[in-house]
């Protein structure tokens, strides 16, 4: 019922930027927050950034001043404006959204994730 597509990925030099967004779409009453979490072979997925319905933002140490996390809450959609990127940040970008809905049995929050998008920095 819930769907999240996520577009922006790529190849990029060091120093490059890109914008990544992630749109959910489906039964959806309200979105509590929305995460972008990446994930390399062999590491952990890690906290990128969130931001919740209420604008507040976190941001993992390693992209403080480098990344900017919004979102557009009429549109269902939350942006990450990676900037001065680093070979380092190359990854596998997922985008996680907690979402609150109405069921049958009444109201639910649970989260989402969307399938992934590649971003590449070469050096």
């Known amino acids: 019922q819930v769907q999240l597509v996520e577009s922006g990925g790529g190849l990029v030099q060091a120093g490059g930027s890109l914008r990544l967004s992630c749109a959910a779409s489906?039964?959806?009453?309200?979105?509590?927050?929305m995460t972008w979490y990446r994930q390399t072979p062999g590491e952990q997925r890690e906290l990128v950034a969130g931001?919740?319905?209420?604008?507040?933002?976190n941001y993992a140490d390693s992209v403080k001043g480098r990344f900017i996390i919004s979102r557009d809450n009429t549109k269902n959609t939350v942006h990450l404006q990676m900037s001065s990127l680093k070979p380092e940040d190359t990854a596998v970008y997922y985008c996680?959204?907690?979402?609150?809905?109405?069921?049958?049995?009444?109201?639910?929050?649970?989260?989402?994730w969307g399938l992934g998008t590649q971003v590449t920095v070469s050096s």
């Open positions: 996680n959204a907690r979402i609150r809905r109405v069921t049958l049995v009444g109201i639910r929050a649970d989260d989402y």
């Open positions: 931001i919740t319905d209420g604008g507040s933002t």
């Open positions: 489906g039964s959806i009453s309200s979105i509590l927050a």
